[in-house]
């Protein structure tokens, strides 16, 4: 009863920003991704008889408290489909990214669980299961079980049996490069979850935002299809700058964005004046993805690096779905 998963984190270019249901985390629209190739988490569960208590090691450290629990309250779902409600687990996880701060962690960390935990406890793990049962530990996290660019359907059933992951072009599909700008690995102060819950209650903004995510989402998939890299990146840059313009007017406001967040993207701003084709996103922190073809790699690795406040860039290409190991 023992299994080991990996799964790559994954960019938002159309954001997931709100829930209609949390307990079931259903969305409030639908949403679109790139899975990278450059961060990834390495989880292994073993089930066992002897075990009281669920342990969970991150990065080999035993974990207590919220997330710990976060991991126990998961390992639930996966019991309870098993009929194994009796079996507690031992389960060690490694990010090959920052926890916890704008990295997408809760993405590759739930992937990976997900993965390694259905096939420990023996349920079938074909890909649309695996994504809702992805999607209940965390959100993005169910986009992380396809490579490549993937949509995550909002779904309409009160129960969640249509609000998953479906993949739209796999990772060999465009040969893009995405350049994590690292400013901060400290943890966030408001967490995913936390932000989006405040800014769905409060923040007048918000549904300007839900309206308009169908006209972005059409547009950025025929920018795809065609691989049009002007229209793909105005659209990511435009959803992310809108995402982020909802925590300004929640109550109290917030903002994932450090005064180095700005001028990066200040950056990429001259870069295109420049002629240079680049764009930006950035999720739930301060740091900055920058979005190119692999023809501009020196000149945008140059540019960025010498930005006051950058400690490193890290680049990805599209990346692979979940794979066990
Ligand atoms: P991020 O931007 O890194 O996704 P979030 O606020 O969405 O940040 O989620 C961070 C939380 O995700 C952590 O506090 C932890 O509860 C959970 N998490 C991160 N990595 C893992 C992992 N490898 N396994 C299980 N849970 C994880
Ligand atoms: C800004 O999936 O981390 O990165 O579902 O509460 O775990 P929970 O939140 P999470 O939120 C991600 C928000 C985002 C946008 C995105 O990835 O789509
Ligand atoms: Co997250």
Same mark, same amino acid.
């Given at each position: 009863?023992k299994?080991?998963a990996? %799964?790559?984190?994954?960019? %938002?270019?159309?954001k997931?920003w709100?829930?209609?249901?949390?307990?079931?985390?259903?969305?409030?629209n639908n949403?679109?991704s790139?899975?990278?190739?450059? +961060?990834?988490?390495?989880?292994s569960?073993? +089930?066992?008889?002897?075990?009281?208590?669920?342990?969970?090691?991150l990065n080999?450290?035993l974990?207590?408290?919220?997330e #710990?629990?976060?991991? @126990?309250?998961f =390992?639930?779902?996966?019991?309870?489909?098993?009929?194994?409600?009796?079996v507690?687990a031992e389960?060690h996880s490694?990010?090959?990214v920052?926890?916890?701060?704008?990295?997408?962690? @809760? %993405? #590759?960390g739930?992937?990976?669980?997900?993965?390694?935990? @259905?096939?420990?406890?023996?349920?079938?793990?074909?890909?649309q299961?695996l &994504?809702? =049962?992805t999607?209940?530990g965390s959100g993005s996290?169910?986009?992380?079980?396809y490579?490549?660019?993937?949509e995550?359907?909002?779904?309409t059933?009160a129960?969640?049996?249509?609000?998953?992951?479906?993949?739209?072009?796999?990772?060999?599909?465009?040969?893009?490069?995405?350049?994590?700008?690292?400013?901060?690995s400290?943890e966030k102060?408001?967490? &995913?979850r936390?932000?989006?819950k405040?800014?769905?209650?409060?923040?007048?903004?918000?549904?300007?935002w839900? $309206? &308009?995510?169908?006209?972005?989402?059409e547009?950025?998939?025929?920018g795809?299809?065609e691989?049009?890299?002007?229209k793909?990146?105005?659209?990511?840059?435009?959803?992310?700058l809108r995402?982020?313009?909802?925590?300004?007017?929640?109550?109290?406001?917030? #903002?994932?964005?450090?005064?180095?967040?700005?001028?990066?993207?200040?950056?990429?701003? $001259?870069?295109? @004046?420049?002629?240079?084709?680049?764009?930006f996103?950035?999720?739930?922190?301060?740091?900055?993805?920058?979005?190119?073809?692999?023809?501009h790699?020196?000149?945008i690795?140059?540019?960025l $690096?010498?930005?006051?406040?950058?400690?490193?860039?890290?680049?990805?290409?599209?990346?692979q779905?979940?794979?066990?190991?």
């Amino acid at each position: 009863m023992k299994a080991t998963a990996k %799964a790559h984190t994954n960019i %938002a270019l159309i954001k997931y920003w709100g829930k209609r249901d949390e307990p079931l985390i259903l969305p409030m629209n639908n949403s679109l991704s790139l899975t990278l190739d450059g +961060f990834h988490t390495t989880t292994s569960v073993a +089930f066992q008889d002897r075990l009281t208590a669920d342990q969970f090691y991150l990065n080999n450290r035993l974990v207590e408290g919220a997330e #710990s629990r976060r991991v @126990s309250i998961f =390992l639930d779902l996966i019991r309870k489909e098993a009929g194994r409600t009796d079996v507690c687990a031992e389960v060690h996880s490694t990010n090959h990214v920052p926890t916890a701060a704008g990295f997408a962690s @809760s %993405a #590759s960390g739930f992937a990976a669980l997900a993965a390694a935990a @259905s096939k420990a406890i023996g349920l079938p793990v074909n890909e649309q299961e695996l &994504s809702i =049962l992805t999607r209940q530990g965390s959100g993005s996290a169910c986009r992380s079980i396809y490579g490549g660019f993937v949509e995550w359907e909002k779904g309409t059933k009160a129960d969640g049996s249509d609000s998953h992951a479906v993949p739209v072009a796999p990772a060999d599909h465009w040969d893009l490069r995405v350049a994590a700008v690292v400013l901060s690995s400290d943890e966030k102060k408001v967490l &995913s979850r936390e932000g989006m819950k405040r800014t769905v209650d409060t923040s007048p903004f918000y549904p300007a935002w839900v $309206q &308009s995510i169908p006209d972005d989402l059409e547009a950025i998939k025929e920018g795809i299809a065609e691989k049009d890299f002007e229209k793909v990146g105005e659209i990511a840059e435009a959803n992310c700058l809108r995402m982020h313009a909802t925590t300004l007017a929640a109550n109290p406001p917030f #903002s994932y964005w450090h005064s180095t967040t700005l001028s990066i993207m200040q950056a990429v701003r $001259q870069l295109r @004046s420049d002629g240079i084709p680049a764009f930006f996103t950035i999720d739930a922190g301060p740091n900055v993805k920058v979005l190119y073809t692999p023809e501009h790699e020196d000149i945008i690795r140059n540019t960025l $690096q010498n930005v006051p406040g950058v400690h490193d860039i890290k680049v990805s290409r599209p990346g692979q779905g979940v794979s066990f190991i």
